[in-house]
Each structure stands twice: as C-alpha cells, then as structure tokens.
C-alpha cells in the first residue's frame, strides 16, 4: 500500500467516514518517528509508550480542528514534545517535589534500560546529551538525531532559526567538551 501525503490523511480525516483509516495511516507513518523522538526525551521505554499513546490521543482530537497553519509533521512533533516535557515535570514533582534536577533520574534510567542497543560510544553520547539544559537538549536531538531542519525545529519549538543555530552549536560545544572530559577518566575494563 502506498504511503498517503500528509494532505491526503488530514482530508480523509475531515471527510466525515474515514476518520479510523486517517488515524491508522498516521500511526503507521509518524508513529517510530514520534516514538523515538519522545524516547530521546523520556530514556525509558515504557515512559515513551505511554507518552507516545497519550500524543496520538491528542492528535486524535486536534485533527478536528487543524487547518494547516503548521506542517502536519512539526505539529504532531510540538505535541510529542510538549506531552514528553509535561510527563517529566510531573515525573520530577513526584519524585524530587520542587527540585528542577531530572538528569540524575535520566541517567539512572539509560543505565538501567535494557532495550538500550547502543555501544558505550553511544551510552556516553547520550549521557553528555542528558546533561544539557532542556532546549538545548530538545534542539541537539532534533537536530544530530531527527536530522531535521532549522525551519522545522523552530516551528516545533516555537523559536527563531538563528537562535536555533547558537542553541545547536552551544549544544554542541557542551557535548565535545563532555565527551573530551570522559576520554581523560581511567577506565577499570
């Protein structure tokens, strides 16, 4: 089956009778994509399947009344994101109350994520990701991992592009220097 334009979905959508087809098709093209975003946000599995649900959810109630001022993808993204940001404040109130510190709790869960398949290259990248304040977290991933361009990400995030530009290279900065620092420490293999 060929996959539908986004066009395609949102007007089979609003069509009155292919609302459940519209929905299917959009999983099926969206839902790795949104899945690994959110995970990148979230670390845990489980955490990402539950955001990743409650996303489609609200997707599922936005579409009633998107008209196209965003790309469907960036929109769907904006929700993905903002779900996955809600669901680590509320995790961090429950766990830390009023502390603003949620990267201890990231980097216990990538530790100890059993679906992790990377290579301790990979585990130290993501530890020098989690390290960075969330937007520049948020731009890093969007950017290194969802190669997404700077238009898209800024209609995500709601930002500038050139402010963008300084949060990615900030980011990246930050990342080098971390994974320069973590080169220095002895290992004990």
Request: hydrophobic content about 40%.
């Amino acid at each position: 089956m060929k996959e539908m334009s986004d066009e395609d979905i949102v007007k089979l959508f609003h069509s009155g009778n292919g609302e459940d087809k519209a929905f299917r098709a959009l999983v099926a093209k969206y839902g790795e994509r949104l899945y690994w975003h959110i995970r990148k946000i979230v670390i845990d599995h489980d955490d990402s399947d539950d955001v990743l649900q409650n996303t489609f959810i609200k997707i599922w109630r936005g579409l009633k009344e998107f008209r196209y001022e965003a790309k469907l993808f960036t929109w769907m993204y904006r929700v993905a994101t903002n779900e996955a940001i809600n669901f680590l404040n509320e995790k961090r109130r429950k766990t830390y109350g009023n502390s603003q510190e949620i990267t201890p709790m990231l980097e216990n869960q990538l530790e100890s994520d059993t679906f992790f398949c990377g290579d301790s290259i990979q585990r130290e990248l993501q530890k020098a990701v989690l390290k960075l304040p969330e937007r520049q977290r948020l731009v890093f991933n969007m950017k290194y991992f969802d190669d997404m361009k700077y238009e898209d990400i800024a209609e995500v995030l709601n930002v500038a592009v050139g402010t963008l530009k300084a949060t990615y290279h900030n980011a990246v900065k930050k990342i080098e220097e971390c994974l320069k620092i973590s080169d220095t420490l002895p290992t004990f293999d």
